[in-house]
């Protein structure tokens, strides 16, 4: 079975940077896209950002330029750099993948971007 534990949140200014990151462990398959999601209350998860095994990329028409997803598939990790941060970036962040046709989700890391 596969888990995901995030890491790095916290609070910053708008303007500011954080650095995200999410470490599989168990069963993970380092071919599986890993993605991370964002979700604020009174709101659907959404995905912010999403890289494949061999580092192509998506993002979120409002995090592009701004937030950047890279993955260590030796460390079964994906990392998530967000500069210029704004705070409509506020929200709880998943590190998400998928195996066997079955979602994994993390726990959540709690990112607050103060104006």
């Known amino acids: 079975q596969v888990q995901l534990v995030e890491s790095g949140g916290g609070s910053v200014q708008a303007g500011g940077s954080l650095r995200l990151s999410c470490v599989a462990s168990?069963?993970?398959?380092?071919?599986?896209?890993m993605a991370w999601y964002r979700q604020t209350p009174g709101k659907e998860r959404e995905m912010v950002a999403m890289?494949?095994?061999?580092?192509?990329?998506d993002y979120r028409g409002a995090v592009k330029g701004r937030f950047f997803i890279s993955r260590d598939n030796g460390k079964k990790a994906v990392y998530l750099r967000m500069d210029n941060s704004k705070p409509e970036d506020t929200g709880v962040y998943y590190c998400?993948?998928?195996?066997?046709?079955?979602?994994?989700w993390g726990l959540g890391t709690q990112v607050t971007v103060s104006s």
């Open positions: 998400h993948t998928q195996t066997d046709g079955i979602d994994i």
């Open positions: 890289i494949t095994s061999g580092g192509v990329t």
């Open positions: 168990g069963n993970f398959v380092g071919g599986n896209v």
